[in-house]
């Protein structure tokens, strides 16, 4: 393990070598974002094979395992010292779609520098996730010894779902992941806009479709048929204070403790500020701690769209026979989601409608030891860096490689943003600010996972 002075001597030397290749760094961010990689779209599927053949394309990486949409690579012999601790990385190179038109300032396939108090760059994928991907790459180009063994998987399929990601992880489980100790994924944001903050929980995700028949064909006059019939829409799933209506579902949610509840007060976290980066005029809870409670803690259900009503521009007063409602409930650890298709509450209706549930996409909630020796490196990394201790936060949203790799390969799993909570993911506008934090990330796991005269 290093000294202190050699290792503060590095540390500057490093943190010196990334200022004064700033330029390079960009110009390599900006030939990514210029790649429309848009998964989501199959017919710019070319395109996501291009963004794939750019990243498996880079000096020194040896591409071990190449899959038409994902990457198993490794850094050669350069980093495949039997002493050091094996880290993987995993990120993707898949973008949302995105378009000038519906509220981007710039062009989201040209990163813009704009200077407003600090250096933004932005572009879509410029934080979600090719920044960060390439971040991860220019912190190794920066050592002239990588002081950990380090392999990557990335990825360009995430934003559709990770298609294939789970079975080719258990198919090298005994393969490529057979000398990883530790996983690491930089995949979300901070939840201020300042502050750092270390991942350590995500919710669970699952997408529900129920579906409402009323009758063998649309119902051309509402006004002939209305009050008469048993109409397919649906009713409210939640009351004005977003409580989901339906019974039992908080039943297997665990009660709060007051030592969590505390731990909710100390987050900074500006109400204000967060409002405006989510670009509403009110929250449904008025204090920090009810607000964060219902981000992480507890679950929430949002209704994404109905089809069979109508829904173009106009009026047509007709009466549908059939609706699929879907929506999507984020789950918390514990929680049964068998209550959600074993519903009692419709046949209660007396309704002679036929009612279809089914549940075709689900994440479950991922949770890690927030004690774990990377988190203990990753804390330090930020207070060397940002100069403040972090927050340990969980997601609201799902992560599910997170609980994917975890499962699969049976390591340790940390989540590690450097992204602050205005850089807009899956939004418009959305960009990224330079860090350091990775390289720092490096030396505080060398100095915690290296063992004693080895270094």
């Known amino acids: 393990v290093m000294s202190s002075s050699s290792s503060s001597a590095l540390e500057m030397e490093i943190f010196q070598y990334v200022d004064a290749h700033q330029s390079d760094f960009i110009k390599g961010l900006k030939e990514w974002v210029a790649v429309e990689s848009n998964s989501v779209q199959p017919h710019l599927r070319k395109e996501v094979m291009q963004m794939m053949a750019l990243a498996a394309d880079l000096q020194h990486w040896e591409p071990l395992l190449?899959?038409?949409?994902?990457?198993?690579?490794?850094?050669?012999?350069?980093?495949?010292?039997?002493?050091?601790?094996?880290?993987?990385?995993?990120?993707?190179?898949?973008?949302?779609?995105?378009?000038?038109?519906?509220?981007?300032?710039?062009d989201p396939y040209t990163l813009t520098e704009i200077y407003f108090l600090i250096r933004n760059l932005y572009g879509c994928g410029a934080t979600d996730n090719k920044g960060p991907v390439l971040a991860w790459i220019n912190t190794v180009e920066t050592f002239r010894a990588v002081p950990v063994n380090f392999k990557f998987v990335i990825e360009s399929m995430e934003e559709a779902g990770s298609l294939e990601l789970e079975k080719l992880l258990d198919?090298?489980?005994?393969?490529?992941?057979?000398?990883?100790?530790?996983?690491?994924?930089?995949?979300?944001?901070?939840?201020?806009?300042?502050?750092?903050?270390?991942?350590?929980?995500?919710?669970?995700?699952?997408?529900?479709?129920?579906?409402?028949g009323c009758g063998s064909k649309d119902l051309i006059h509402s006004g002939t048929f209305g009050s008469i019939i048993h109409e397919p829409l649906l009713d409210s799933l939640v009351d004005s204070t977003d409580?989901?209506?339906?019974?039992?579902?908080?039943?297997?949610?665990?009660?709060?403790?007051?030592?969590?509840?505390?731990?909710?007060?100390?987050?900074?976290?500006?109400?204000?500020?967060?409002?405006?980066?989510?670009?509403?005029?009110?929250?449904?809870?008025?204090?920090?701690?009810?607000?964060?409670?219902h981000l992480w803690y507890y679950p929430s259900l949002s209704v994404h769209r109905i089809e069979g009503a109508?829904?173009?521009?106009?009026?047509?007063?007709?009466i549908p026979?059939?609706?699929?409602?879907?929506?999507?409930?984020?789950?918390?650890?514990?929680?049964?989601?068998?209550?959600?298709?074993?519903?009692?509450?419709?046949?209660?209706?007396?309704?002679?409608?036929?009612?279809?549930?089914?549940?075709?996409?689900?994440?479950?909630?991922?949770?890690a030891d927030a004690n774990d020796l990377l988190y203990k490196a990753a804390r330090r990394a930020i207070k060397l860096v940002f100069g403040e201790d972090p927050d340990f936060i969980c997601d609201g949203s799902?992560?599910?490689?997170?609980?994917?790799?975890?499962?699969?390969?049976?390591?340790?799993?940390?989540?590690l943003p450097i992204g602050a909570a205005?850089?807009?993911?899956?939004?418009?506008?959305?960009?990224?600010?330079?860090?350091?934090?990775?390289a720092a990330f490096f030396l505080e796991i060398e100095n915690d996972l290296i063992p004693s005269g080895v270094k």
């Open 171 to 212: 198919e090298e489980n005994q393969g490529f992941f057979s000398d990883v100790d530790h996983i690491v994924i930089s995949e979300n944001l901070w939840l201020s806009n300042k502050k750092p903050d270390l991942t350590y929980g995500s919710r669970g995700n699952a997408l529900v479709l129920v579906q409402v």
């Open 422 to 438: 205005d850089d807009g993911e899956h939004s418009q506008n959305e960009k990224i600010r330079g860090t350091k934090l990775f």
């Open 243 to 293: 409580y989901i209506q339906i019974p039992g579902i908080y039943d297997s949610v665990a009660a709060l403790t007051e030592e969590e509840r505390k731990l909710y007060e100390s987050i900074e976290f500006d109400l204000e500020e967060h409002r405006n980066n989510c670009g509403v005029k009110k929250f449904l809870y008025g204090t920090k701690e009810e607000i964060l409670l």
């Open 310 to 318: 109508f829904h173009e521009p106009g009026i047509k007063t007709v």
């Open 398 to 415: 799902t992560i599910p490689v997170a609980r994917m790799f975890q499962t699969v390969t049976q390591r340790s799993v940390t989540i």
């Open 66 to 106: 190449i899959y038409p949409l994902i990457a198993f690579c490794d850094l050669g012999e350069w980093g495949k010292d039997p002493q050091n601790p094996t880290v993987c990385f995993y990120s993707h190179v898949d973008v949302q779609p995105a378009k000038k038109e519906v509220g981007w300032n710039t």
């Open 321 to 367: 026979a059939k609706v699929i409602g879907k929506f999507s409930i984020h789950h918390v650890p514990h929680m049964d989601l068998l209550v959600v298709k074993e519903q009692g509450v419709f046949s209660k209706r007396n309704s002679p409608n036929k009612l279809k549930v089914s549940m075709p996409l689900g994440a479950k909630p991922w949770l």
